[in-house]
Every structure is written in structure tokens, then in C-alpha cells.
């Protein structure tokens, strides 16, 4: 399924990765974060669709899978992609 994917992919995570990069350098963004603040923005960016199916929260919760019930309903997505992270 990951394969199929058409835009949460490995592709929209580099994408979303090089505007944080830009906004941080290129926009002057950098100077109001601190170094720790950078390297949590840019992990977020490439991390923050992690595993994603393309599917919404709703859909989720809706069919009653294993996702929606692993967290509730609450954020379903949103605690996947971290989990995902840190596994």
C-alpha cells in the first residue's frame, strides 16, 4: 500500500523538508530558534507523514481499523506517524 501512495510520500517529505530548510536560511526564519528548535522543526518535516496511507483520520475511525482503535479515534494519523518515528 505505502507503494501507492500518490502525495503522502518519501517524495512530499523531501519536499516539505527543503521549504523548512528555506524558510529557516534563505527567509531568516534561523535567527528566532534556537539550534535545538531547528533540528525539531526539520525532524518534523521529514517525519511528519511517516507511514501514511492516504487515507484521512475520519476514514479511519469510520471503518473501525486497527489504527483508529490503537489510539482511539483521537488524532489517529498524528500519533501514527510518531509512533512510527521512534520505532
Do not use: P, W
Not at 511528519?48 to 481499523?65: F, Q
Amino acid at each position: 500500500r505505502q507503494d501507492t501512495v500518490l502525495y503522502h510520500n518519501n517524495v512530499h517529505a523531501a519536499d516539505v523538508t527543503q521549504c523548512v530548510h528555506a524558510l529557516l536560511l534563505q527567509f531568516g526564519f534561523a535567527a528566532y530558534f534556537d539550534q535545538l528548535s531547528i533540528l525539531a522543526l526539520l525532524l518534523g518535516a521529514i517525519v511528519h507523514d511517516m507511514g501514511h496511507d492516504g487515507r484521512t483520520n475520519s476514514y479511519h475511525a469510520n471503518v473501525c481499523d486497527d489504527i483508529a482503535l490503537t489510539y482511539n479515534d483521537i488524532s489517529v494519523l498524528e500519533n501514527m506517524h510518531i509512533s512510527k518515528t521512534f520505532k
